[in-house]
Nanobody, 124 residues
Framework: QVQLVESGGGLVQAGGSLTLSCAAS????????MGWFRQPPGKEREFVAA????????LYADSAKGRFAISSDVDKSTLYLQMNNLKPEDTATYYC?????????????????WGQGTQVTVSS
């Protein structure tokens, strides 16, 4: 079982930047795909970005392309999400996940592969 702990959320003005971190433990880091999801207020969770286990391939939601960057540091067992040019619509709880799976019906993550979330609030 993997344990995921996010940090780095906060309040930022529109146009600002934040970097989220996710410390992983319980499984050998770098041997499984990882990603970020978010849940805006009153909405369902949605996919943001994914990184393959090698750290060589990335996928982004359209809303994140060109503004967000997912990366990892194997030595620190940490996943990152660099967020630039933040917009009020980026306001959400951001979750680090392990082994996100994409199918014809969308993205899914097993119940035990979620972090507790970190709040990001972007003011206009």
């Amino acid at each position: 079982q993997v344990q995921l702990v996010e940090s780095g959320g906060g309040l930022v003005q529109a146009g600002g930047s934040l970097t989220l971190s996710c410390a992983a433990s319980g499984r050998t880091f770098g041997t499984y795909n990882m990603g970020w999801f978010r849940q805006p207020p009153g909405k369902e969770r949605e996919f943001v970005a994914a990184l393959n286990w090698r750290g060589t391939n990335t996928l982004y939601a359209d809303s994140a392309k060109g503004r967000f960057a997912i990366s990892s540091d194997v030595d620190k067992s940490t996943l990152y999400l660099q967020m630039n040019n933040l917009k009020p619509e980026d306001t959400a709880t951001y979750y680090c996940v392990a082994e996100p799976t994409r199918s014809s019906s969308g993205w899914s993550v097993s119940d035990g592969n979620w972090g507790q979330g970190t709040q990001v609030t972007v003011s206009s």
